[in-house]
């Protein structure tokens, strides 16, 4: 389907995109829809992108596979990737069950690292989906079927991962287990805030 030096995503390279974008109108739509019922937001900010070409490849060498368009599409699963970071842990959750609710999506893989955090304190909810398109896919099927990868999490966890990436991933550390320490005290701290925010949230609810 590849040619020696063309797209590691064959012909498909000009469709993700489309899938992409109609993908996140949905989650505007909702959006939208939460505003209009209750005035708030259903999340922050809505990050998405299809994986760069070199990242694919890297990481298809990474697990030993052939660089192809049916290993990027099929047996990876992050091409077409989502973040989106909420203010408070309910609009995550709520967020979460209306991605389970399409009925044109099909729920791959759930992993809560929110309620078992990672072991250096990383805390979201990541979800891989599998999305009805109105396009050929890499198995030549029309609709066609297309993994996307969410992560959801609050704006507390977002600048958590922001912050640890960028102390530990750009620069060489002297003391790495001291850092570590304190990242995971740092994000053990935010998760507290995070739930008192929702504490004061709910209390403010119950008062209107």
């Known amino acids: ?4 030096h063309g797209s ?6 000009a469709v993700l995109p489309q899938v992409m974008q109609q993908f996140a109108e949905r989650i505007e739509e909702f959006q939208s829809e939460m505003i209009r019922q209750s005035g708030s937001q259903a999340y922050e900010h809505l990050n998405y992108r299809i994986k760069d070409e070199e990242s694919m490849r890297e990481k298809c060498r990474r697990q030993a596979l052939a660089e192809s368009p049916e290993n990027a599409l099929r047996t990876i699963h992050d091409a077409i990737g989502f973040r ?4 408070f842990r309910e ?27 990672k072991p250096n ?10 999305v009805e398109a109105p ?3 890499v198995d030549g099927r029309k609709p066609g079927q297309f993994y996307v990868e969410v992560q959801l999490r609050t704006i507390a966890m977002d600048a958590w991962a922001a912050l640890e990436h960028e102390i530990k991933y750009k620069h060489d550390i002297r003391n790495p287990e001291l850092i570590s320490r304190e990242l995971k005290r ?23």
Do not use: P, W
């Open 121 to 130: 304190g990383y805390r979201s909810y990541h979800m891989i989906l599998l």
């Open 1 to 4: 389907m590849e040619q020696e």
């Open 8 to 13: 590691i995503y064959g012909g498909l390279k």
């Open 186 to 208: 740092c994000a053990e701290e935010l998760a507290a805030c995070d739930v008192s925010m929702q504490t004061l949230r709910n209390l403010v609810n119950c008062d209107i």
């Open 84 to 87: 989106i970071v909420c203010l």
């Open 91 to 117: 609009d995550v959750e709520r967020l979460v069950e209306f991605l389970r609710s399409l009925s044109d999506c099909q729920v791959v893989q759930e992993k809560d690292y929110i309620r078992k955090a």
């Open 135 to 137: 396009f050929e896919d």
